[in-house]
């Protein structure tokens, strides 16, 4: 049984238009060249698929989760729409093809050294004690080399109210990331304010904090 926190979600989703919009986030485009060619990329709560499917298109393997299923039908939908091959179990994954798995971030435990990237974009509604769980596990999913993409809103974005939660303990800033990932090489962290057009969910000026990680 889904959880209330997961059925408000599938709720949200249920439209037809992308509440995020279906353009990949301007971070992870920015930010792909970090990704070795043909790569296994692990997409964490990918939503309704827009950087998920676009990785895909890139030439990347691309294992998507998220745990509204909602979400996950309307991501295997625009990787169909853009003639990307949607394969049904792990072992099936190819570059260039997308898995979808309907999992919750807060419970899932997620495979361990089995990507050479892990992407998790505005992935802030868990709650402090499951986040740095997830944030573990995420660490631990990479395979030496591999690298960890994060963007997610700074505090200041409760000034901003352009989306994302509204409770300041689930919003980022520089020493909470940098202890989150203190295990890894840090290739960029940086906090600054720009606007954002991500569908109707993400618009507006926006205080944003992008985190680059490499595990040696």
Same mark, same amino acid.
């Given at each position: 049984?889904?959880?209330?926190?997961?059925? =408000?979600?599938?709720?949200?989703?249920?439209?037809?238009?992308?509440?995020?919009?279906?353009?990949?986030?301007?971070?992870?485009?920015? +930010?792909?060249?970090?990704?070795?060619?043909?790569?296994?990329?692990?997409?964490?709560?990918?939503?309704?698929?827009?950087?998920?499917?676009?990785?895909?298109?890139? @030439?990347?393997?691309?294992? +998507?989760?998220?745990? +509204?299923? &909602?979400?996950?039908?309307?991501? #295997? =939908?625009?990787?169909?729409? %853009?003639?990307?091959?949607?394969?049904?179990? &792990?072992d099936a994954l190819v570059p260039g093809s997308i898995f979808h798995e309907c999992a919750d971030s807060d419970s899932w435990v997620c495979p361990v050294g089995a990507f050479e990237a892990v992407i998790g974009i505005f992935i802030?509604?868990?709650?402090?004690?499951? %986040?740095?769980?997830?944030?573990?596990? #995420?660490?631990?999913?990479?395979?030496?080399? !591999?690298?960890?993409?994060?963007?997610?809103?700074?505090?200041?974005?409760? !000034?901003?109210?352009?989306?994302?939660?509204?409770?300041?303990?689930?919003?980022?800033?520089?020493?909470?990331?940098?202890?989150?990932?203190?295990?890894?090489?840090?290739?960029?962290?940086?906090?600054?304010?720009?606007? &954002?057009?991500?569908?109707?969910?993400?618009? !507006? #000026?926006?205080?944003?904090?992008?985190?680059? @990680?490499?595990?040696?």
């Open positions: 049984m889904a959880t209330p926190d997961l059925q =408000a979600w599938d709720t949200r989703f249920a439209q037809d238009a992308y509440i995020f919009g279906t353009a990949p986030n301007v971070f992870l485009v920015n +930010s792909v060249a970090h990704i070795p060619s043909g790569a296994r990329v692990l997409a964490v709560a990918d939503g309704e698929g827009r950087n998920g499917v676009w990785l895909a298109q890139q @030439g990347f393997a691309v294992h +998507s989760t998220d745990g +509204s299923k &909602v979400a996950v039908a309307k991501s #295997m =939908a625009l990787a169909k729409e %853009r003639g990307i091959p949607v394969v049904h179990s &792990v802030q509604f868990t709650k402090p004690a499951a %986040r740095a769980v997830m944030f573990d596990q #995420m660490i631990a999913a990479l395979k030496p080399g !591999g690298v960890l993409l994060l963007e997610g809103y700074h505090h200041r974005q409760l !000034g901003f109210g352009t989306g994302g939660p509204q409770a300041l303990e689930q919003l980022y800033d520089q020493a909470l990331l940098s202890e989150a990932f203190r295990v890894l090489e840090t290739i960029e962290l940086r906090d600054y304010d720009q606007e &954002v057009d991500e569908g109707d969910g993400h618009n !507006g #000026m926006s205080a944003l904090i992008d985190y680059i @990680g490499r595990l040696n």
